[in-house]
């Protein structure tokens, strides 16, 4: 484990290399950023977000919580997710879940969480929605593993619903949103490949907020 003054003797070693690779790295750095992606993660420090897309500060803006979820009333995503649209301009929202998620298992188990309890039940109302194929799935360990998946697809979906993301779509032909899963086994990535179009056109004639056809 790295000790609490190890992380600044890391911090200046860091600097020292960015220099090094580009004398004016922290100059254009500090200018501003105009990201292509928002990533929406689980807060688990076993799934560093921009090490695992290989992308450099400036390249991603980043929203981890527990277990991934984007929740209607919860202004701290709901805040990222309007600044990343209407702001940044992004081309791509990713929802990134992870297969051995602790959030998305303590929602399975069934005993009283205490705070946690309202922030689970959203994946207990994907497991419900969901119920039929998930009770159909014997191996408890691919069953927890569909429960990951089916997260991500449903936070994507509540991503799709919100003003900010179905407005600009409209408007300029973006962002599109993806459903990645993380399998911290191997450390691969798995694009999950949801039909953004599809499920747009699909949720439209309940969650339309543009007043229009998209
Ligand atoms: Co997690």
Redesign the pocket.
């Known amino acids: 484990m790295v000790s609490y003054e190890q992380i600044f003797e890391h911090n200046r070693k860091w600097v020292a290399e960015k220099t090094r690779e580009d004398k004016a790295f922290f100059e254009k750095l500090s200018k501003d950023q105009s990201p292509d992606y928002l990533y929406i993660g ?1 807060s ?1 420090s076993r799934v560093p977000a921009t090490d695992i897309m290989g992308v450099e500060p400036g390249e991603v803006f980043v929203h981890r919580n ?2 991934n979820l984007v929740v209607s009333i919860d202004l701290n995503v709901m805040s990222v997710i309007n600044y990343a649209v209407k702001e940044l301009s992004v081309k791509h929202i990713i929802v990134c879940g ?1 297969y051995n ?4 298992k303590a929602a399975m188990t069934p005993q009283d969480m205490g705070l946690l309890n309202p922030w689970l039940r959203n994946i207990r109302d994907v497991y419900r929605l969901h119920v039929a194929e998930l009770d159909a799935i014997e191996d408890e360990k691919a069953r927890y593993n569909r429960l990951v998946e089916l997260n991500v697809q449903e936070q994507c979906v509540n991503v799709i619903k919100t003003a900010a993301v179905q407005k600009s779509y409209d408007e300029h032909g973006y962002p599109e949103v993806h459903g990645w899963v993380f399998d911290m086994h191997n450390g691969l990535l798995t694009d999950l490949k949801i039909d953004f179009t599809r499920i747009l056109r699909d949720i439209q004639h309940i969650y339309n907020i543009t007043g229009h056809e998209i």
């Open positions: 689980c688990d527990v277990a992870h998620c602790g959030g998305v």
